[in-house]
């Protein structure tokens, strides 16, 4: 167990519907990171939030979106889910803004029919 | 845009048998980092490298980061079938994206008993 929780672990959706990924970082952790990952394009960097902020933000699509609560979890939303959307998610958590090693959760993985 | 290059992509070999993987760019990094990533779950970091032309050893596994800090290697000795899995490096950027870990596509390894 990473000390970061992901859930839920499967998500089947249809196209077009809405859906809510969370993420509870490592205890102590202020921040948290959300990537994408397919197999043609591997792991890519969707948003990063610092104690409630946003801090930088990466090829994210108009249709999700993120937030961090006061108690530091996170959830990633995406709407008007397509096909191409269907990948693993992962949040991952460090300690301060700057990163010197990601902590990762376990991922949900999103099938999008 | 910085992006990481892995090679090779796939690596399949017999138990005791020594391999490099390579992680190249045309960017320079701030710190390098290399994860190990299992299926079902989540990277785990294996190492961080912050000084160019740097060395760390961690078992069985050593880690050189490039002069330039644009490159750097892993090195397996005498693998064995738990070695088995994606191989991630991760560049952090410097300046104004140096809270972005950009990611390599991996090398996936298997060794076989």
């Known amino acids: 167990d990473s000390g970061v929780t992901q859930t839920p672990k499967h998500l089947i959706t249809a196209t077009g519907q809405r859906v809510t990924l969370r993420c509870s970082p490592r205890s102590g952790d202020l921040s948290v990171y959300w990537y994408q990952q397919s197999l043609d394009q591997g792991l890519q960097f969707l948003i990063q939030y610092y104690n409630g902020e946003e801090r930088a933000k990466g090829n994210i699509l108009e249709r999700f979106s993120a937030q961090q609560f006061p108690d530091l979890h996170s959830e990633l939303n995406l709407s008007s889910l397509e096909l191409g959307d269907s990948a693993l998610y992962f949040c991952a958590s460090s300690a301060g803004a700057v990163n010197y090693g990601y902590t990762f959760g376990s991922g949900t993985r999103l099938t999008v029919v | 845009t910085q992006l990481l290059e892995q090679s090779p992509q796939f690596l399949s070999i017999q138990e005791g048998e020594n391999l490099t993987v390579y992680c190249n760019s045309s960017s320079v990094f701030s710190s390098l980092q290399w994860y190990r990533q299992e299926p079902g779950e989540g990277p785990v970091l294996l190492v961080t490298?912050?000084?160019?032309?740097e060395v760390k050893k961690l078992k069985r596994l050593t880690f050189q980061f490039g002069d330039a800090r644009k490159d750097s290697s892993l090195h397996i000795t005498a693998a064995q079938p738990g070695d088995t899995g994606l191989y991630l490096c991760a560049g952090l950027g410097s300046g104004g994206s140096n809270y972005k870990l950009t990611f390599g596509k991996g090398t996936l390894l298997t060794v076989n008993p």
């Open positions: 490298v912050v000084t160019g032309g």
